[in-house]
């Protein structure tokens, strides 16, 4: 059974209101919760590549890419947990786990592709025993749907009927 239905949902998908990519993080997080998000990635095989600038490298450990000086350029990790459902993790801070689904969200429609996009939330919420929160892009709102542990899956955060 799915985790939400399309027709409850689409509004948060919509990109007159929510904004380009669905930012999504996982709070009051640790070095620790960054390494077993890395370590889930390696596990589920999903394709990944880690940037810095320009260069290609490979996948870092957590605590090597959250200790680099402060002025260093902040590296991202890119991974794919479906062909077409793109995560870019950023390194900004070890206190939460941070990452933006880069897709247009006019592909990001539909029951299926809520499926796949709910389960990205979810194994990362099981792994790390967490909520993974959805929320607008740049928005330090409000969540509007995310992975509640409880319930031990993804669920509605806020009234669909007050966007």
Do not use: T
Not at 42 to 62: H, I, N, T, Y
Not at 142 to 153: I, Q, S, T, Y
Request: with cysteine.
């Amino acid at each position: 059974m799915a985790d939400l239905m399309w027709d409850d949902v689409k509004c948060f998908f919509d990109l007159d209101l929510m904004g380009s990519l669905p930012d999504v993080r996982v709070p009051d997080a640790s070095v620790e919760d960054w390494q077993s998000v890395l370590d889930l990635i390696a596990e589920k095989g999903w394709k990944c590549q880690d940037s810095e600038g320009d260069m290609a490298l490979p996948v870092p450990r957590a605590e090597a890419v959250l200790c680099r000086p402060a002025d260093a350029e902040c590296p991202e990790l890119r991974v794919w947990p479906s062909a077409d459902v793109l995560a870019i993790f950023r390194f900004h801070a070890d206190d939460e786990v941070d990452f933006d689904v880069d897709v247009d969200l006019q592909e990001l429609q539909g029951q299926d592709r809520l499926d796949v996009f709910c389960g990205f939330l979810r194994e990362i919420g099981r792994r790390l025993g967490r909520p993974v929160l959805r929320v607008p892009e740049g928005d330090d709102g409000h969540p509007v749907l995310g992975f509640d542990v409880e319930a031990d899956r993804v669920v509605l955060l806020a009234d669909p009927q007050v966007r």
